[in-house]
């Protein structure tokens, strides 16, 4: 049902949705990063009942405020995803559209960095009819091959390839929402007006998901609102894997870029050397991580993520390890 609630003085909020402690550094970097671009807008934890007590605890710890959803799941047998099993919490991503006591609610991926301010997503029109939700498109170039995607997910059907030859326009305008794969969008970053009756039309659809979804919670909503979402410039959603040579470098530019999604395996703060592994945009997430951390010491912070203790427990990091209360479970797994 629908949730007027709000945990907030705000009626414009970012959010980020987390179910698991694996990306509590995700989701605390992001929001460090968000913080420091200057937005004057506050940010928001949504969290389903998976998420245990001690990962509440350590956001609360930031002064992060934190608001319960439900966790959603499709109706019917639906689709097995253990070939790309971080797809299996993603459908509660949908219940951004229950917060009916926010105007509006920008939605971001626990995996993301925010390098520029983009407080002018709060002001993008929607009308809750033709433009109900903003976003950006797939990459459906594929570029590490997965057998299991789609056939024609293939970068002639890519709808950024078409972007090569105006690169200046990449950067301030989005895709023609085209027939699939040029059609479908990437959820990494979602901009929402929350509505009883959107929220309804998600929820009919999800009780009939298509057990052929590769991509579910992104297929359902490019299905309900097919021809009613605005696309947006790469530069909201910039997928790390575009910046890739041979991929979509040549639109790419580290200048332009607001906001990286570190989409596929492994995250950046599963990274070996703690480093980045020599990709460029991992090592401005670690950047961040760092920044981050010493700041939360410097204000009293001394948990299992601030720097003291995080430490993975791999020797190039000699050997120290990051400890979620007295457990020892480490945040090193690649969802």
Known sequence: ??????????????????????????????????????????FV????????QEGRTIIAARGIPL????????????????????FEDTWCKLSVFSLTGYERVVLLDADMLVRRNMDELMELELDGERRVIAAGHVCSCNPLRKPHYPADWVPENCPFTSRHADPDGAQTEGEDLSP????????????VAPSAARYNEVLVRLATADAGWVFPDQELLADVFRGRWVPLPYVYNALKTLRWRGVHDGIWRDGEVRNVHYILSPKPWADA???????????WWWAADRERRAMEEARGIFDALSATQMRLDRPSLRGRR??????????????
């Open 322 to 335: 990051v400890r979620v209360g007295g457990d020892g479970r480490g945040f090193a797994s690649c969802d």
């Open 1 to 42: 049902m629908a949730e007027a609630r709000r945990v907030v003085d705000s009626e414009k909020v970012w959010a980020s949705l987390i179910t698991k402690t694996s990306y509590l550094p995700g989701l605390l970097t992001l929001h460090h990063s968000l913080a420091s671009s200057g937005t004057a807008y506050p």
């Open 180 to 191: 699939r794969p040029l059609g479908l969008l990437n959820s990494g970053l979602l901009v």
């Open 45 to 52: 934890a949504l969290y389903t009942d998976s998420l245990p």
């Open 273 to 283: 050397d703690g480093e980045g592994n020599g990709e460029e945009t991992h090592r």
């Open 67 to 86: 608001q319960r959803v439900e966790y959603l799941k499709p109706g019917g047998a639906g689709r097995d995803y253990k070939a790309d099993p971080r």
